[in-house]
């Protein structure tokens, strides 16, 4: 493998990566779209009963609701498709929140902590085997649609890392919501978005194999790696904070509509050293409202997810 070569080639499109969008030219605006707004009609809403205990010696535990709101977009749409599945077929019904970050995340959604040991390390399973599929990646979600970004309350996929998984495909069934609310000055985000950049280039001129198949990687990753980011995700790190350098890294499908302060206080749990709550955080059940909730392409997958 010639990584010297791939590095190079990948560094002159790194030149041309996203800079800070305060400082940039201005360019011609192109009509704007509308924001994403809620509705009866097109919503997709997941509800989450849950309930945590700091210690099990407690008398009862708390309970409470998170609500997300996934994204509209019609790249989302298999990833919608997923969630709604996993719903149908209860597979998050005794699911724990099995990694707890403060001011950073809260992680769910690995079936083996349905019955898992108390300290046991969580993290690597997924839905594979029950008819639902790994969750795509999803990139150019910055220029896109500026509101999916790693903000105060969105919800995204967890995946392995860069150097197995260089297509960065999410589970097939975890996901974490950012409970980070750090503010972030333009000039920030941009060194940000050139590290994310520089670090994949890395990662690619070590394990991609070819020129070619980096260049078509990179390509993927950020397909408008010479725009800026967008005023508007500027503008949501300055006032609503969030953890900026997730971006374009994991896919954003949606963001917390109810229930933040559930997620704060399951963030505060105390954990041991693999970040797991050494008390829980479970969820007890999911109900999926939306549109797409009676299609019929959901019975297949249904069926092979209740088996498991």
Partial sequence: MHKKKIGVALTALLLAAAIPCVGAPRQKKAKEKPRVTLSKNDSTILTFDVEYQASTDMPAPATGQIRIYLYPEANLR??????????????????????VVPDFVIQAGDPKSKKAEPGAML????????????????????????ARVHKYGAVAIARSGDQG??????????????????????????????????Q?????????????NAQRLFSKMYPKAAGTIS???CEVYRTVGGAPFLDEDYTVIGEVVGGMDIAKA????PTDHNSRPTGYARIL???????EISDADAVEALGAARKK
């Fill in 78 to 99: 298999d990833i919608r498709r997923n969630f709604r599945n996993l719903v149908q077929a209860q597979a998050y019904d005794s699911v724990l929140f099995h990694r």
């Fill in 123 to 146: 993290g690597d399973g997924g839905a594979e085997g029950t008819g639902i599929a790994p969750m795509p990646f999803v990139g150019g979600q910055l220029f896109e649609n500026p």
């Fill in 165 to 198: 998984n260089l297509d960065r495909t999410g589970s097939s069934s975890q996901f974490y919501i950012v409970t980070a609310d750090r503010k972030y000055k333009p000039q920030q985000l941009g060194a940000m978005a050139a590290d994310r950049r520089y």
């Fill in 200 to 212: 994949y280039m890395n990662v690619l001129g070590q394990f991609a194999g070819s020129q070619e």
């Fill in 231 to 233: 005023d508007e995700a």
């Fill in 266 to 269: 399951i963030e505060q749990l």
């Fill in 285 to 291: 059940k999911v109900t999926y409202s939306g549109p």
